[in-house]
């Protein structure tokens, strides 16, 4: 058996405890060595679940323990200096979506992992899918004039929760629509300047809560198409729409992250591939091998998600498009 990776995670609450590690735990070569949270009883019922050494102070565990790969699932606001001590220590890493909330830090990482040389892995485990593969394969050469996308829900958590402040999430199209920024990204190609309005509208008394209720964002992609992305937490009562929509010519593709619908019915037939690697196996069998093109997302082009929603949220702020100056 290949030698054991042995694995980190700053960060052990809900993405870490309910995908990431139990998706370990089944990958052959791993060895959960450490986890981290600041909330010591998670990090003790973390490591009684999933084998390893609690922490509540990453630096610590850092210097303390010999790690091959650091899982970084923080808060958009928590991300400190994890990213930066990996890197300057050899350490593979995975980073959780959205991976900063401000451009100047993204980069900093950005060139420490460059430097450093190691591998690293963001969570959009929607590149992942079959439907992925399919759309991207039947995309890369045909002209797209519109892409679509919406993500309507609700509000995660109570009133104490992260999420529902701007300052610490980055509001829902930076923290949760990240995924469909991506997925646009991927299938069709990079965004080079957006212009978006936010309000607050029908959740402003909504204790804590300062994201906006809804969203708009306007696309330019590099390829000429345009593009809209919207989103709403004011489904606070359950319910909720996604979708992700691309017009072509004479025919559009409407997608959800498990089935692609052709319109009109025949116009193209397009078969989804069987599954491949997920995205924890993936990044275990890219540090194995020294195979980096089995990963879909590295910190870069994660970087370049964020540039896009985070350019949107200066856009609503002052009235003017944004240019991405990563692309
Ligand atoms: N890829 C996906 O589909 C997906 C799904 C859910 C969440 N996420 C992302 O994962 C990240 C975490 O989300 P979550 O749902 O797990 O949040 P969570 O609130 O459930 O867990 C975050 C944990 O980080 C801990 N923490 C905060 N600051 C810390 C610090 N300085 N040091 C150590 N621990 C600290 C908290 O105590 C908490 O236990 C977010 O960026 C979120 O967007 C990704």
């Not at 850092?62 to 050899?90: R, S, Y």
């Not at 701007?166 to 646009?184: Q, Y």
């Not at 990044?283 to 370049?304: E, N, P």
Request: glycine letters at 10%.
């Amino acid at each position: 058996m290949a030698k054991q990776v042995r694995v980190a995670f700053v960060g052990s609450g809900g993405i870490a405890t309910e995908a990431h590690l139990p998706s370990l735990k089944e990958i052959d070569g791993v060895e959960i060595v450490a986890l981290c949270d600041a909330q010591k009883e998670r990090a003790e019922a973390a490591c009684q679940q999933f084998g390893g050494r609690p922490y509540v102070d990453h630096r610590g565990m850092l210097d303390g323990e010999e790690i091959d790969a650091l899982f970084v699932c923080l808060p958009p606001d928590a991300h400190t200096d994890a990213e930066l001590m990996a890197a300057a220590k050899g350490i593979h890493l995975f980073v959780e979506k959205p991976v900063v909330l401000s451009m100047e830090k993204g980069r900093g990482i950005a060139e420490a992992i460059e430097k450093a040389g190691i591998i690293s892995s963001v969570g959009y485990q929607l590149r992942y899918t079959p439907v992925a593969d399919a759309a991207r394969a039947f995309l890369a050469d045909r002209a797209v004039a519109l892409v679509a996308g919406n993500r309507w829900g609700g509000i995660p958590g109570g009133p104490e929760h992260w999420w529902r402040v701007m300052e610490r999430s980055g509001g829902m199209l930076h923290e949760m629509a990240t995924h469909h920024v991506d997925f646009i990204r991927y299938l069709v190609g990079d965004v080079t300047r957006v212009c978006a309005r936010y309000s607050l509208n029908v959740l402003k008394n909504v204790e804590n809560l300062t994201v906006p209720d809804a969203q708009v964002m306007a696309m330019e992609l590099k390829n000429g198409a345009t593009g809209y992305f919207s989103t709403s937490c004011a489904l606070t009562k359950g319910g909720g729409w996604s979708s992700t929509d691309v017009i072509l010519r004479d025919m559009m593709l409407r997608m959800t992250f498990s089935e692609i619908q052709v319109v009109p019915e025949g116009a193209a037939e397009i078969k989804l591939p069987p599954p491949g690697m997920n995205i924890q196996q993936a990044f275990i069998h890219a540090i194995h091998t020294g195979d980096r093109s089995v990963i879909r997302s590295d910190y870069f082009d994660a970087l370049k998600t964020a540039e896009v929603t985070l350019g949107a949220n200066r856009s609503a702020v002052t009235g003017k498009p944004v240019e991405m100056e990563l692309v």
